[in-house]
């Protein structure tokens, strides 16, 4: 039999929630330096007006001839990010005592980090934001 721990919960699960929230802080690291790096940044008001207009651009999927105006492995790879990230908050039991509270906070924050990556984003110069890159992170 396992010692319970301070929550009533078995020893492993809290374990377990420790270890995912760890995974956790190390895969947002990776995220926030995969996506700033080499961190040069501007904040040339013009510019950032013009890639401001250029995320949401990125919500118009295909132009009037019906071609798709995204990159489907850009799409997937969003998709992907945004796995780790739920799963391991999910996981970490960070929020929220039930599942679905959990699965409500989680969706929120996925939102908010994923938003701030990007909208971070406008302001390096080589890299493009884009409002699709989030709703795909946060699915």
């Known amino acids: 039999m396992t010692p319970d721990g301070p929550s ?46 250029r995320f949401w651009a990125t919500l118009v999927l295909f132009d009037g ?24 908050l999910v996981r970490g039991r960070l929020i929220g005592q039930q599942l679905a509270v959990r699965l409500g906070a989680v969706l929120a924050i996925e939102l908010a980090f994923a938003g701030a990556v990007e909208i971070g984003q406008i302001l390096a110069p080589t890299r493009t934001a884009s409002a699709l890159d989030v709703i795909a992170q946060t699915a």
């Open 65 to 88: 001839h019906g071609r798709r105006l995204f990159s489907t492995m850009d799409l997937v790879s969003n998709l992907l990010l945004g796995v780790p990230v739920g799963y391991l």
């Open 8 to 53: 009533g919960e078995p020893a492993g699960a809290v374990a377990g929630a420790r270890r995912a929230r760890l995974l956790l802080l190390a895969f947002v690291a990776f995220v926030v330096y995969g996506s700033f790096f080499p961190f040069s940044f501007r904040v040339d008001a013009a510019e950032v007006q013009r890639d401001l207009e």
